[in-house]
């Protein structure tokens, strides 16, 4: 099956900085990769996708990289704030009826202002 | 948009007794999802339902765990007999992708088993 691997574990930036998250996965007929945003007591949000037809997708500050090749996909926000911190997690799946996702297992991003 | 509602939000029971989960999808989502979060484990698919019928449950943990849908607009997770293990928060989504990829989490549920 799937296997996402999800660096780094943990992340602190200053405010205003950029921040990296990357994420890498095993099977190759994987053609979906969301990315979610989980604040503290909140159930994670889905904040940015892109699939395998798309080499980056950008959404105001935030945006999405894929290289099919490597089979790694990156999160990018850009000019941090500290409501942007919270845990990140990449997924990856087939977009079929029967594609689950797989996730990672999170970054925790703290902007410090 | 109300989106995903979960009941209870929060569950503290002894172990044994029965839980039920509750999920209200949002509407016109013809796929529902229950995961279950953990520090060691991460977030884990336990189950997931196109058109309220049961499409993969290869991660419910067991027999004590069990889903149904009765319709489009809700859903039940239950656990019989609860353990401590158990403990957990347990997350509904929903999506209209149709597949296996969840767009809307609710808030979840935090189940603790004494």
């Known amino acids: 099956g799937e296997n996402v691997e999800q660096h780094p574990s943990t992340l602190s930036v200053q405010e205003g900085d950029s921040a990296v998250i990357k994420c890498t996965y095993s099977?190759?007929?994987?053609?979906?990769f969301p990315w979610y945003k989980q604040e503290l007591g909140k159930g994670p949000q889905l904040i940015i996708d892109?699939?395998?037809?798309?080499g980056e997708k950008k959404d105001q500050r935030i945006a999405v990289t894929l290289n099919k090749t490597a089979k790694h996909f990156s999160l990018h926000i850009t000019e941090t704030q500290p409501e942007d911190s919270a845990v990140y997690f990449c997924?990856?799946?087939?977009?079929?009826?029967?594609?689950?996702?797989?996730f990672g297992d999170g970054t925790t991003l703290t902007v410090k202002p | 948009d109300a989106g995903v509602i979960q009941s209870p939000r929060h569950e503290v029971t002894e172990m044994g007794q029965e839980v039920t989960l509750r999920c209200k999808p949002i509407s016109g989502h013809n796929s529902l999802f229950w995961y279950r979060q953990t520090m060691m484990r991460g977030l884990e698919l336990l189950i997931y339902f196109n058109n309220n019928v049961p499409i993969d449950d290869s991660g419910m943990p067991e027999d004590r765990f069990s889903a149904k849908m009765p319709n489009a607009s809700f859903s039940t997770l239950k656990i019989q007999p609860s353990e401590p293990r158990d403990s957990a928060v347990y997350f509904c989504a929903s999506s209209s992708m149709g597949g296996g990829q969840p767009q809307h989490f609710g808030d979840g549920t935090r189940l603790s088993i004494l």
């Open positions: 892109i699939r395998s037809n798309v």
């Open positions: 099977d190759s007929a994987s053609n979906y």
């Open positions: 997924a990856a799946s087939k977009s079929t009826n029967a594609g689950k996702s797989t």
